[in-house]
């Protein structure tokens, strides 16, 4: 039984206690217990909390619109309002009898304090005392607990009760923090001299909280007479001495200089810090000397401060002790400080040194005619867009040389340097004007020596008129025209036919809208020669300088010696700068080029410049006019864009309406390597001919080649193109009107890609261009399910539910087209 | 062996166990009435005053907030503009990107317009070489500063953070935390309430988001976790906040922010050589250096604590996750305990050296590994036919009771202070929890606390491992 009972038994080494296991067993029950009964706690806890909480809301609901017509009461009020007034204050008077009622008007009245101001204010302050709340707010003030006492006087504080000021200056150094603190904010707040009579009588520290707190009563107090806090600079509270000093720079009293100095000599860092910044904030230039004095002896964060001080208010004389600190200090934030402060008050007296290339370290800058070297590089990206855009960063401020250098960045395959291409025509003795379209350079000193004489290095600034002008080419502006110029003979030698040539241009193809061509650019810098005789300066228009320009286009060479890239960027600058002499290039870039891309900016660039609208016929490998093309049966495009079947329907269309203009293109269709289509094309021809010259039979029929069979096809495939782009962005929503071309495709050797005919006119109508088929993934546009189901679906059944069975079998646009969502749904499945 | 000695050794080993349980439980009682007593305290201290008044006060100090971020890109936008949104006039968020192998300082860029900077670096800061400092081209997010460096760890991305800011206080913070948006109005309360001492840091209460609605950043709606697991992580988080630090707060003798959300006076966080690179248990770590130099200086100092649920985190909601983050804690303990072997019931620390350090010692340390070694221990007594079951059934059983009532006292004081778990339902979720957790939950702590002293002592390498995070419900 012993056994069981004890656990531990007497050694003679040492006397260990004997556990009673039943000692075990009560502990148990005892905790078990506790936790049953915090279990009990916990609950009742709750639900006294949530019944509170529920009793607290629907009393307030009802006391607060009690109260809101005590607020909003007004005196002139009519007899029954001023009736109800007095039965509603009877009322209250009522429920105030009862103490948890007046504990709860005074929380809501200090809800309301936060919400209310003005006139409503005062009347809240005026009904909580009508209420006769303050009395008990006063009780509290009696409380041994620290609490209650706290909350009577905040409650006080708030509703501005004066007659509590008293009450609250007797607190101001009572041994309960949280009472004490109470007790100054109510100093503060009740009376405009209660900051004075606070600081003066205040014996405890002032926390930072406090003095954030207090400044923040101080500074809401309507109409303020801040004291003169310089006073309290003296005090032997140094946390007054703290709090007068952010008192005096917050309220700029700057009537303290001397003591202000003084104080940077004081032993509390905070103190000096603050003292720093009075400093700086005051500009007491004659407080440098004693901050030079203290410097060493101060903490880190302290010498930031001098340092910055000194920057600020310091001269010349102070960079010797800036370089000293330079030098002298160990902390790297200190010396870097100190090279900042030299800087500000001798700009650029030291230098960068860090980073510097070695190699460029030493060398002294080249200074040829004039002071500064000028440096444009320009960037141009190949964007998908393909447009020339400037780089951002020109960064010089001043354009005073003219010896250009190119940058060229290797390295990024999608950005050449222009003046790589500039320099090359440059060189081939061209210029890079023509007297074609406007050309607006009106962003740089163009710089032009004679070329063929001189070794300097041209370069323009910018290429294209769509730059914005930066605030650094206004100051480029600026100060080129403020240079001397004197304009300079070009000295380029066209033949005296070209130039006629080029003058008879341009009276035969005047500017439209007349504008005059703007060349605003040439101010031609000779050498650093100074003449500030601006009067003397016309601008030059575009007939000054037709003499220079060439009439082949100085593109040609340089185009078929380039990367497609370069053909592109080349092709970009052509579109800007370039003019009819370059139409003769673009066919025949377009005739020749293997590269799509390049061969459809070309096209694009060709319908910019010529006005008119070109075409690309693949089959052929020809352009053809627009007219051409207009002039032509109104059929054609459709036949060419449509797949087989819409060919054979169509065929039978041009039999039952066309004109003469479709015999022609008959005509052309009867060599069509397609039996089915030769044989429609050969019946619809008869048809038509039959329909138009009723009394004429012509004969037409198959045309054979040598070993019997039908005739080649003569067209394989067209691609008639209003603009030449492969990737475009669909709408979201069909119909768009930005959708204004129209892309069609025709391969006969792959009909997948074909569309029936409706679809032809459906894409017309919708304005929708219709996807590059090389693969699915390279059509850039989105689709919503609205779109891909409901939308289609209605515009297709209003206009083209004509299509058969078969046509839906196969692989057509439509069904590609509905089938997309699915497909990018699985290739992100994977 | 002789059966004497057997015996006597045995009854030593009792000894010990029945010593240290007495002692946890006086401990742990105290724990709890000191706790209760700073609840009420703090509860009546700050029902006065409205801190949002102050919030553009022109004497309002300067915060600097230091997210390190790695691999966050999933959430880092979100997470920041959570942050930007806190209120307070005078603070800056600053991003330390450590080497993302992910896409997160594109997403900071693309998200918040910003562009890199020119500034100087101090060449005095060890951490890993800065990439580049950058700042948004946009006025609304000026106070966001994003810093891409090599990585080097949370420990490095935490100091570089605190070379590269200006402000008097910095917060390390987690960057997947939610802050509350009054948290920084609370934490420069805490800094600048005091008048006697010097507040080096101030830490707070981490609240479990798990299940949590939140939307563009803010808490909308508090919820229990789903998960058991972090059903039983909140309730030790209850115990370990509301009781355990709310008690080391009251004596002035807390030795650990959590690395969640931690504020330090910059200036002694660089005096002391900020984070400890060396180790996985930073956030203790540099808690412990601060308070020992500002001993060995003789300078009057104190570690606040907010016990308002200002922070709130996602917890591990797979046990394989649960255990690498108890076992990089294990290992943190381990590492900062032993660095910090001097202070061991040194009376020249106070209460530090002679009640906290002992306590983290004895209670923190050594508590799983004695658990885990007495219950092979129960074990084999069993076989060798040692064990007086009446014995064993009646102490577990006091001690399981024991355990169960903290938890329920830990409940109690949430119930009092926040209320935050308004159905009824989710309390008696929480007492379950409690019922069931030494079964459950407690064991797969103490298996990842022996883990991590077993690699730590074996010098297994091992880093801080991964959390993955569901990220919180949205609204």
């Not at chain 1, 951002?392 to 005073?400: A, H, V, W």
């Not at chain 1, 009867?670 to 397609?674: A, G």
């Given at each position: 039984m012993q056994i069981t009972n004890v656990t531990y038994y007497s050694f003679p080494l040492i006397n260990v206690t004997n556990i009673d296991v039943d000692l075990l067993w009560t502990l148990t029950f005892v905790f078990v217990g506790l936790a049953v009964l915090y279990v009990v706690f916990v609950l009742y806890l709750k639900n006294k909390l949530t019944t509170k909480s529920k009793k607290i809301t629907k009393r307030k609901k009802e006391l607060a619109f009690m109260l809101g017509d005590f607020l909003f009461y007004?005196?002139?009020?009519t007899k029954k309002e001023k009736s109800n007034y007095i039965n509603l204050k009877v009322e209250i008077r009522g429920l105030l009898k009862e103490k948890f009622n007046r504990e709860l008007l005074s929380e809501i009245l200090l809800d309301l304090y936060k919400d209310v101001s003005g006139e409503t204010l005062q009347r809240l302050f005026k009904l909580y005392k009508d209420l006769g709340l303050h009395l008990d707010a006063f009780k509290k003030?009696?409380?041994?607990r620290w609490e209650v006492v706290s909350s009577g006087i905040l409650e006080l504080t708030q509703m501005q009760v004066m007659e509590a000021y008293g009450f609250a200056t007797k607190f101001i150094?009572?041994?309960r923090g949280v009472i004490r603190k109470q007790a100054e904010i109510a100093t503060v707040t009740l009376k405009p001299e209660g900051i004075s009579y606070f600081l003066d009588t205040t014996q405890y520290r002032i926390s930072e909280w406090q003095q954030l707190k207090l400044l923040d009563v101080i500074r809401n107090i309507d109409d303020f007479q801040p004291?003169?806090?310089?006073?309290?600079?003296?005090?032997?509270?140094k946390d007054v001495v703290l709090f007068s000093l952010r008192l005096i720079k917050y309220y700029k009293q700057n009537d303290a200089n001397a003591s202000i100095t003084q104080l940077?000599?004081?032993?509390?860092n905070q103190v000096k810090t603050e003292a720093i910044q009075c400093i700086k904030e005051f500009c007491i230039f004659e407080a440098l000397d004693t901050l030079k004095n203290v410097f060493w002896k101060c903490s880190l964060d302290i010498q930031l401060l001098i340092l910055d001080a000194i920057a600020d208010?310091?001269?010349?004389?102070e960079i010797g002790f800036l370089q000293h600190v330079e030098k002298k200090s160990k902390a790297f934030v200190v010396k870097s400080k100190a090279i900042s402060a030299i800087n500000a008050i001798a700009p650029e007296t030291i230098m960068p040194t860090e980073g510097m290339d070695e190699k460029l370290k030493n060398e002294s800058p080249e200074v040829p005619f004039v002071e500064v070297e000028e440096e444009i590089i320009y960037e141009i990206q190949n964007q998908d867009n393909n447009e020339l855009s400037p780089?951002?960063?020109?960064?010089?401020?001043?354009?005073?040389?003219?010896e250009v250098e190119s940058e060229e960045?290797?390295?990024?395959?999608?950005k050449i340097v222009m003046d790589d291409i500039i320099e090359e025509f440059l060189e081939s003795g061209?210029?890079?004007?023509?007297?074609?379209?406007?050309?607006?350079?009106?962003?740089?000193?163009?710089i032009v020596e004679d070329i063929s004489q001189s070794d300097s290095k041209i370069g323009l600034s910018?290429?294209?008129?769509e730059v914005p002008e930066t605030k650094e080419e206004e100051i480029d502006n600026k100060e080129v025209s403020n240079l001397n110029v004197t304009y300079e003979e070009i000295t380029a030698e066209p033949s005296s036919n070209e130039i006629v040539e080029n003058m008879e241009n341009i009276s035969d193809n005047p500017q439209p809208e007349d504008k005059p061509l703007k060349l605003?650019?040439?101010?031609?810098?000779?050498?650093?020669?100074?003449?500030?005789?601006?009067?003397?300066f016309t601008e030059p228009t575009l007939l000054d300088c037709l003499d220079y320009l060439?009439?082949?286009?100085?593109f040609k060479q340089l185009f078929f010696e380039r990367e497609n890239h370069n053909k592109i960027l080349l092709l970009n600058t052509i579109q800007d700068?370039?003019?009819?002499?370059e139409i003769e290039l673009l066919k025949e870039i377009v005739n020749t080029e293997e590269n799509m891309p390049i061969k459809e900016r070309a096209l694009e660039i060709l319908n910019d410049i010529s006005g008119k609208k070109h075409h690309y016929i693949k089959a052929e490998a020809r352009l053809i006019d627009n007219d051409e093309l207009k002039s032509g049966s109104v059929f054609k495009r459709l036949f060419y864009a449509g797949d087989l079947d819409s060919k054979l329907m169509l065929l039978d269309e041009i039999a039952a309406w066309g004109d003469d203009k479709e015999l022609t293109f008959l005509n052309t269709l009867?060599?069509?390597?397609?039996q089915e289509i030769r044989e429609r094309a050969l019946h619809a021809k008869e048809k038509l001919q039959n329909r138009l010259f009723p009394e004429e039979k012509i004969n037409v029929g198959y045309q054979e080649n040598d070993q019997g069979?039908?005739?080649?096809?003569?067209?394989?495939?067209?691609?008639?193109?209003?603009e030449p782009k492969l990737n475009f962005v669909m709408d979201k929503?069909?119909?768009?009107?930005?959708?204004k071309h129209k892309i069609i495709q025709d391969s006969t050797n792959n009909s997948g890609e074909l569309m029936p005919l409706e679809f032809c006119f459906l894409l017309d109508d919708l304005e929708i261009k219709p996807p590059?088929?090389?693969?699915?993934?390279?059509?850039d546009f989105e689709f919503t399910k609205g779109f891909s189901g409901n939308q289609v679906n209605d515009n297709y059944n209003q206009r083209?539910?004509?299509?058969?069975e078969e046509q839906k079998e196969q692989d057509s646009f439509l069904k590609q087209w509905l089938s997309f969502p699915a497909k990018i749904l699985n290739k992100f499945n994977g | 062996m002789d059966s004497g000695v057997f015996d006597i050794i045995l009854d030593y080993i009792n000894i010990v166990f029945l010593v240290f349980t007495a002692v946890l439980f006086v401990m742990f009682s105290t724990m709890g009435y000191l706790a209760s007593r700073n609840s009420f305290h703090y509860k009546n201290k700050n029902s006065?005053?409205?801190?949002?008044?102050?919030?553009?006060?022109?004497?309002?100090p300067s915060i600097t907030i230091i997210a390190p971020a790695y691999n966050e890109g999933m959430t880092i936008v979100e997470n920041i503009r959570s942050l930007l949104?806190?209120?307070?006039v005078n603070y800056e968020v600053m991003v330390v990107n450590?080497?993302?192998?992910?896409d997160t300082l594109e997403k900071m860029i693309l998200a918040y317009d910003l562009v890199k900077t020119e500034r100087k670096t101090d060449?005095?800061?060890?951490?890993?070489?800065?990439?580049g400092i950058y700042k948004s081209k946009q006025r609304s997010f000026s106070k966001l500063t994003v810093i891409d460096k090599d990585n080097g760890g949370k420990s490095d991305a935490l100091n570089t953070g605190l070379h590269l800011s200006e402000s008097k206080y910095v917060g390390c913070i987690d960057v997947d935390c939610l802050l509350l948006p009054e948290a920084l109005l609370h934490v420069v309360k805490s800094f600048s309430q005091?008048?006697?001492?010097?507040?080096v840091a101030v830490g707070g209460v981490i609240r479990v988001a798990n299940s949590c609605v939140i939307s563009g950043g803010t808490l909308e709606e508090i919820r229990l976790p789903k998960s058991w697991l972090a059903k039983f992580q909140l309730l030790e988080y209850t115990r370990s906040f509301i009781l355990g630090r709310m008690a080391w707060g009251r004596i002035d003798s807390l030795l650990i922010i959590s690395g969640a959300f931690g504020f330090f006076d910059r200036e002694i966080a660089l005096v002391v050589g900020?984070?400890?690179?060396?180790?996985?248990?930073e956030d203790m770590e540099i808690v412990f250096k601060m308070r020992r130099y500002m001993n060995d200086q003789n300078l009057a100092h104190t570690v606040e604590y907010i016990p308002d649920p200002l922070c709130w985190t996602e917890v591990p909601e797979s046990a394989k996750i649960l255990i690498n983050q108890r076992d990089r804690w294990a290992r943190g303990n381990l590492e900062t305990l032993h660095k910090h072997r001097?202070?061991?019931?040194?009376?020249?620390?106070?209460k530090l050296g002679m009640l906290s350090y002992p306590y983290w010692f004895f209670?923190?340390?050594?508590a799983p590994l004695l658990e885990f070694f007495g219950f092979f221990t129960i074990i084999l007594f069993y076989f060798l036919g040692i064990l007086n079951l009446a014995f064993f059934v009646a102490i577990t059983l006091m001690v399981y009771t024991f355990s169960v009532m903290f938890s329920f006292y830990a409940i109690l004081w949430d119930v009092y202070s926040y209320?935050?778990?308004?159905?009824t339902k989710d309390i008696f979720t929480l007492m379950l929890c409690a019922i069931v957790e030494p079964f459950m939950f407690h064991p797969l702590v103490v298996y990842a606390a022996v883990r991590g002293n077993f690699k730590k002592l074996f010098k297994i390498n091992s880093g801080w491992g991964t959390i993955t995070r569901k990220g919180f419900a949205k609204a």
């Open positions: 007004e005196e002139d009020a003030l009696r409380s041994w150094n009572d041994k004291p003169q806090f310089k006073l309290w600079l003296t005090s032997t509270n940077v000599k004081h032993k509390n208010l310091g001269k010349e004389d780089f951002e960063g020109i960064d010089k401020e001043r354009i005073l040389g003219f960045i290797s390295d990024l395959p999608a061209d210029t890079l004007l023509d007297k074609g379209d406007s050309i607006e350079l009106e962003f740089l000193p163009l910018e290429i294209g008129n605003e650019f040439i101010p031609l810098v000779v050498a650093n020669e100074v003449e500030n005789d601006r009067e003397d060439p009439h082949e286009s100085v700068i370039g003019s009819k002499h009867i060599e069509h390597p397609i069979k039908r005739g080649e096809e003569h067209v394989e495939a067209n691609v008639i193109e209003t929503e069909l119909g768009s009107p930005q959708q590059k088929t090389d693969t699915v993934l390279d059509v083209a539910l004509i299509s058969t | 006065f005053g409205d801190l949002s008044k102050i919030m553009a006060s022109p004497l309002a949104s806190l209120q307070y450590d080497g993302s192998k992910d060449p005095q800061c060890k951490s890993k070489p800065i990439r005091r008048t006697k001492k010097r507040v900020g984070y400890d690179t060396n180790t996985v248990g001097e202070m061991f019931f040194n009376p020249k620390y106070g209670y923190e340390w050594l209320n935050q778990y308004k159905k």
